[in-house]
């Protein structure tokens, strides 16, 4: 993985708001990195969809659990109202909606997970 120094779009500002995306700074710093670029090896994108396929599994197995399960509805904090919508929607295989996943990786160790933001069925998790 080798890091590529680039020239900042001079309009990234207005072109993120422009998409509706307008927390592209937080607290005067920028949400992300406009000078550089991330350059990876075929080897590297196979493992890191290895590792992201392999998370998103897991995080399928924990949906599982939780949709019919009264104690983790409760802990993670799904709406009560929402728990027969929920259940109906996984039992049905309605489709996925995102996963972002934030993971850290240097290019040779396993990527580790920092955080998933998800949406399954209209459920966050």
Not at 20 to 44: D, I, K, R, S, V
Request: glycine content about 4%; hydrophobic content about 35%.
């Amino acid at each position: 993985m080798i890091r590529m120094p680039i020239t900042e779009r001079p309009d990234w500002k207005e072109k993120a708001a422009e998409f509706g995306f307008h927390f592209h700074t937080l607290y005067g710093e920028p949400y992300w990195c406009e000078n550089a670029y991330y350059q990876f090896t075929m080897q590297q994108i196979e493992d890191l969809e290895a590792t992201t396929a392999e998370l998103h599994q897991m995080y399928l197995q924990v949906v599982e659990k939780v949709v019919s399960n009264e104690e983790l509805l409760i802990k993670f904090q799904i709406p009560k109202h929402c728990w027969e919508f929920v259940n109906h929607s996984w039992k049905t295989n309605q489709p996925s909606l995102y996963s972002r996943l934030d993971l850290a990786y240097d290019g040779k160790r396993t990527a580790k997970l920092l955080e998933n933001n998800a949406g399954y069925t209209n459920i966050f998790i």
